[in-house]
């Protein structure tokens, strides 16, 4: 994949460590200075003084000694990537839902897979971009912009690619103390608005169900779909199901904005978990404790599914990114990382390190079981 360089920003406080770390393991693979420099797009300089510093500070000797983040990101990718996860990448822990770090680590593994897109795709196809909802979604939507703003207007490279950007989930509020799938899109939208030029173009769609959707057509039958196409939303969902990037959020039933759309659907969720802070829900659905999304609600909600996601993460060139993290996350993660809808996962060293956690106390269970 192609690797968009921009402005330093540090996750744990050295922004070069990555590519100390990435060099030694060349190294160890029996690369040659020259054939580094090659590799990662670095003067041979470059790479004698990433070497230099590898040994100085033990990180290059007889095995190559990855820091916390790096050995973590690792231990994840052993435990997911047998359900089709092809990335993880872990970030420090910080205050609240840690919405810094990962937006920001989320934000350039986008800006990385639009770039590759560039070259896989027909220039005639848009590169489609879904967005869910929440706080650390829209962190992810600040960071990106950023990250476009440069790639596009500093650095003068052009996307001959249309960004169509749409909403995972269709919802029946008006009122604005959420960020609601159709709000992050409208923020996106006017966030790289300024930036539309021969350089960048971009076309968004942010509809919202009208008032008392749900309540009105309460079953998914002939007549909501009619309902739907009138509206001219029938056809929203559908384009949305084409994405090429699902960027999804995870939270708990016990966030307001959950409950909130939750109250809406008259869908009863019992018996999930004992305590909704350690229930995850992604995509406004609740899931429970072996990994599978509630069916009641699947049915009743009108947009992307959790187990549309299952299917799509398996497919070339298309990527659901889950990012989520926050030390008061880092149980109820566990359950939605048992059955996977996501290719990719960012999220912190809380949640990757309970897992971590988990998963040797039951290799020492077994253990003693033998």
Not at 132 to 145: F, K, M, P, Q
Not at 255 to 277: A, F, G, M
Request: proline share 4%; aromatic share 6%.
């Amino acid at each position: 994949m192609a690797i968009f360089r921009t402005r330093s920003r540090r996750f744990d406080g050295d922004a070069e460590l990555g590519k100390v770390v990435h060099a030694a393991r060349l190294v160890k693979l029996g690369n040659s200075q020259k054939e580094i420099a090659e590799m990662m797009g670095l003067s041979a300089s470059t790479v004698s003084r990433l070497l230099d510093r590898a040994g100085a500070e033990n990180i290059l000797r007889i095995e190559v000694v990855p820091p916390l983040l790096t050995a973590l990101e690792e231990e994840m990718e052993e435990i997911l990537t047998s359900s089709g996860v092809q990335q993880v990448r872990v970030v420090p822990d910080g205050p609240g839902r840690n919405v810094a770090n990962l937006g920001y680590a989320s934000a350039l593994i986008i800006m990385n897979t639009i770039v590759s897109l560039l070259n896989t795709k027909s220039r005639s196809e848009p590169i489609r971009i879904v967005f869910s909802c929440g706080t650390t979604v829209l962190r992810v939507i600040e960071e990106l912009a950023i990250l476009l703003e440069a790639y596009c207007l500093r650095d003068k490279h052009s996307i001959n690619h249309t960004l169509r950007i749409l909403p995972s989930t269709l919802v029946s509020d008006f009122a604005l103390d959420a960020v609601y799938p159709h709000t992050a899109v409208t923020i996106f939208w006017n966030k790289i608005r300024s930036m539309l030029d021969d350089r960048l173009k971009i076309s968004a769609v942010a509809p919202q169900l009208p008032k008392n959707f749900y309540e009105k057509y309460e079953r998914d039958d002939e007549a909501r779909h009619t309902a739907l196409t009138e509206y001219g939303l029938e056809s929203v969902m559908q384009e949305a199901r084409k994405a090429d990037i699902f960027v999804l959020g995870a939270g708990t039933t016990a966030d307001p904005s959950y409950q909130k759309v939750h109250q809406t659907l008259h869908v009863i969720v019992d018996n999930i978990l004992s305590k909704p802070e350690d229930t995850p829900e992604i995509l406004y659905t609740p899931i429970d404790p072996a990994g599978t999304a509630h069916r009641g609600t699947e049915e009743k909600i009108i947009g992307v599914k959790i187990s549309e996601c299952r299917n799509i993460k398996n497919e070339a060139n298309r990527y659901v990114i889950l990012v989520s993290g926050g030390h008061e996350k880092r149980v109820s993660l566990q359950t939605a990382f048992k059955n996977p809808c996501f290719n990719i996962l960012v999220t912190d060293a809380n949640a990757a390190e309970e897992a971590v956690r988990r998963k040797h106390e039951a290799e020492r269970v077994l253990k003693e079981m033998e």
